[in-house]
């Protein structure tokens, strides 16, 4: 048997679907009404998921006193209110649809020494969610 | 194979402490979980079973069944209990999310009588779950 645990947070932020490979038409006719130019906004909840073995000592398989403030400091400081377009930079060159937040927050995340991060899952609204667990498990 | 997934609730209390830590190392590691007069949670449990439906009752176990050993095995052991002194499978364990969901495994692996305990998945919240899943169990979620 295998153990994970999951933490849920939120940030609210904006961003707009819009390539500058692709022509305005194209843009328009690909992204509908994500491509409008002023953006628009969603209440994102993520879900972080981490392995691990559980110490013994603790009960855990890592402290919640340290994932929180990490999640915090790496991406809810970063995404929290923001524009995603403009105030990320991975995001000035890379379209921040839901498959690539998912894939950024992953990346910011892996650097967390405590516990393995095995998945990132994204509501973007409650109808649509995106996970994702790393390259080797595709 | 078919999973199929039965829900149920249960209030609990605990909190979290180790005596081999100090007093300040207990709260430090613990927070506000290792106040000693404990806290408490509704958790919800959810269970699941996977197999192939019996072909003559199209069902891989029948949900009635699996209700039953949820009441006996969890509900009746832990609901309106305090999880440091009155569930047995929980002593010298801090019964932090990941343990009880481990415990709840154990309790629960042998008593299915179709099909195989695939996932359980225990809420102490909204915004924090444990997982314990089969080591066979491919699939990643």
Redo the contacts between chains.
Sequence with gaps: ?????????RFAASHRLHSAALSMAENERIYGKCNSPYGHGHNYAVEV?ITGP?DT?????A???ELDPFVQREVIEAFDYKYLNEDVPEFQAMVPTTENVCREIYRRLTKFSAARI??VRIEETSKNSFEY?GEQ?V | MIRITRKVEFSAAHFYHNPKFSVEENRHIFGKCSNMHGHGHNYTLEVTIAGEPDPATGMVLDLKELKDILQREVVERMDHKHLNHEVPELTGKIPTCENVAAVIWNLLESKISRGKLDRVRLYESDDLFADCTAETNGAKR
Aim: glycine share 8%; charged share 25%.
């Design positions: 048997m295998r153990i994970s645990l999951t933490r849920r947070y998921t559980v000592d603790t009960g855990m398989i402290n919640l006193g095995e998945r667990t498990s």
